[in-house]
């Protein structure tokens, strides 16, 4: 069974920067494109944005652009979610999954942006 798992969330500092990172087993992860998503308290869950199995990738939230950007390492099985200047509004739940069509998500890494 392929899992999902969510790594790197923690507290920082509006105007800081973390780094999430999210692993699966290499059978499903390198030739798929991959999401990621957020669920801020209280809201909906929401496509952050995805990259493709060739590396291309799309934010999907105007409020992220210029400030996340997401990669991939096929050799570690790995994407990454780079969020610089982070804002309050950035707190939430982060998940990745397989895009379009999801497997079974993962347990998400929170991501708490507060003085």
């Known amino acids: 069974q392929v899992q999902l798992v969510e790594s790197g969330g923690g507290l920082v500092q509006p105007g800081g920067s973390l780094r999430l990172s999210c692993t699966t087993s290499?059978?499903?992860?390198?030739?798929?494109?991959w999401a990621w998503y957020r669920q801020a308290p209280g809201k909906e869950r929401e496509l952050v944005g995805f990259i493709s199995s060739g590396g291309g990738s799309t934010i999907s939230v105007d409020s992220v652009k210029g400030r996340f950007a997401i990669s991939r390492d096929n050799a570690k099985n790995t994407c990454y979610l780079q969020m610089n200047s982070l804002k309050p509004e950035d707190t939430g739940v982060y998940y990745c999954n397989r895009y379009p069509y999801p497997i079974p998500w993962g347990q998400g890494t929170q991501v708490t942006v507060s003085s």
């Open positions: 290499r059978s499903a992860f390198s030739s798929n494109a």
